[in-house]
């Protein structure tokens, strides 16, 4: 991990954040892909791939009032990537000064929860 300008840089394979671990922050992905794995026992499985423009660690960032919250996934870099880490006080005065960044932020939100209402139902129904 290098750190740069604007967030910090991570070379494939390097986790940027881990599940468990205490997420202060709501994460932007500038440049690179990574991968959100969820650990259960002993079993790693891959949930989602994000690409630039893509944000991650929302829910323990929104869900939280004093303490910070806690990663639900691990993300881990899949190859070059730029990440910058925004803090809830940074958020809420952009979204202050430009409100449409809190529709782009729900619009994310509910396709991700669209897109795992289809999975589930492949799930139940295939099984």
């Known amino acids: 991990m290098t750190t740069a300008a604007l967030g910090k840089a991570y070379r494939e394979g390097d986790v940027i954040l ?9 994460h932007v992905i500038q ?5 959100v794995l969820h650990r259960r026992e002993a079993r790693e499985v891959r949930i989602a791939t994000l690409a630039a423009q ?7 960032f929104m869900e939280r009032v004093r303490d910070p919250g806690v990663a ?3 993300i881990r870099a899949l190859n070059d990537v730029r990440v910058l880490t925004v803090d809830k006080k940074t958020i809420v005065r ?8 809190a529709y782009r932020m729900l619009e ?10 289809e999975d ?8």
Do not use: K, N
Request: glycine content about 8%; proline content about 4%; hydrophobic content about 35%.
């Open 54 to 60: 893509d944000f991650f660690g929302e829910i323990p």
């Open 120 to 127: 589930l139902i492949r799930l139940v129904i295939t099984e």
């Open 108 to 117: 994310t939100m509910s396709r991700r929860m669209r897109e795992l209402e």
């Open 94 to 101: 952009r979204i202050h000064e430009d409100p449409s960044l």
């Open 31 to 35: 440049q690179g892909e990574v991968e």
């Open 72 to 74: 639900r996934a691990t």
């Open 18 to 26: 881990r599940q468990g671990d205490a997420s202060d922050g709501m």
